[in-house]
């Protein structure tokens, strides 16, 4: 499943929603959201982060129920608080998916990805270049 992050969501309300102008920084570290908040910053920032928390649940109730129980490790930079607001998470990893793609990016660049001939490697062991007409 694919579904946006918390941050995604809050920016997509923001900036879609006329006059929805909110302060501050939209996550502070300090604590967890109310489940109800006393200003629209508070209710946004409980509804974007709770319902984040609610969406990997029912993904991973729905996953276990075909294959059965098995580890759920949270990602990205919220995951931490996501991972604590939600009843399912065993595990909390924020750079698991980063250093994922670092590693793809690694091997095509290492074992010549089709259509990476004219591809070099940057500082990180990641394909730069112009990709051949194959695409990478």
Known sequence: A?????????????ERIPGLALDGEP???AA????????????????VLRGAAALVDGLVRGHQRLV??????????LGPLVAR????????DPDLTLRGIHLVCRAAAAHG???????????????????????I
């Open 2 to 14: 694919i579904a946006p992050g918390p941050v995604t969501a809050y920016r997509g309300l923001v």
């Open 27 to 29: 996550f502070p570290p």
């Open 32 to 47: 967890d959201p109310p489940l109800t908040g006393t200003s629209t910053g508070d209710c946004v920032r409980a509804g």
């Open 68 to 77: 059965g129980p098995c580890p759920v490790v949270v990602t990205g930079g």
């Open 85 to 92: 607001l939600g009843e399912t998470a065993t595990a909390v």
């Open 113 to 135: 990805a089709p259509g990476s001939r004219r591809l070099q490697a940057d500082a990180h062991g990641c394909p730069r270049g112009e990709a051949g007409p194959e695409g």
